[in-house]
Every structure is written in structure tokens, then in C-alpha cells.
């Protein structure tokens, strides 16, 4: 399950970097991350911390919603 969740959210992510025109290492330096772990959380590879998230939605100009 938490796998599947990770799955969801980086592909979530990765569509929004996507569609604003983004590579993954402009997406790391405007979030302030390293690009392997911008590359990880679209993998779903990665175990996002909320702050990390957090920082990664705001240099997209997303929010983080609980529905």
C-alpha cells in the first residue's frame, strides 16, 4: 500500500513538473533539492517527508490536498 501511494504521488508530481515545462534538475533547484531526489519521488522510489513535499508543491505552485 504505502508503495502504491509513493507510485501515485510521484507520477502526480512528475505531470506537474511536466506540464510546466520543468527537467528534473530545474524542479531540484527551485525547490531547493538534490535532483536524485526529485528523479526518486517521481519514481516513487523515495519515502516523502510531508516538509519535503511541502517544498516540492510550492515550486510547482501546487497545493498538498487531503481528500
Same mark, same amino acid.
Given at each position: 500500500? /504505502? +508503495? +502504491?501511494?509513493?507510485? @501515485? =504521488?510521484?507520477? $502526480?508530481? @512528475?505531470?506537474? @513538473? *511536466?506540464? &510546466?515545462? %520543468?527537467?528534473?534538475?530545474? %524542479?531540484? $533547484?527551485?525547490?531547493?533539492?538534490? !535532483? /536524485? !531526489?526529485?528523479? &526518486? =519521488?517521481?519514481?516513487?522510489?523515495? +519515502?516523502? @517527508?510531508?516538509?519535503?513535499? !511541502? &517544498?516540492? #508543491?510550492? #515550486? %510547482?505552485?501546487? *497545493? =498538498? &490536498? =487531503?481528500?
Amino acid at each position: 500500500m /504505502s +508503495n +502504491n501511494i509513493r507510485q @501515485r =504521488i510521484g507520477a $502526480e508530481l @512528475r505531470a506537474l @513538473r *511536466e506540464a &510546466k515545462g %520543468l527537467t528534473t534538475r530545474e %524542479l531540484a $533547484e527551485l525547490a531547493g533539492l538534490d !535532483h /536524485s !531526489h526529485i528523479a &526518486k =519521488i517521481e519514481r516513487g522510489a523515495y +519515502n516523502l @517527508r510531508v516538509d519535503t513535499l !511541502h &517544498k516540492v #508543491a510550492t #515550486a %510547482l505552485g501546487a *497545493e =498538498i &490536498k =487531503i481528500e
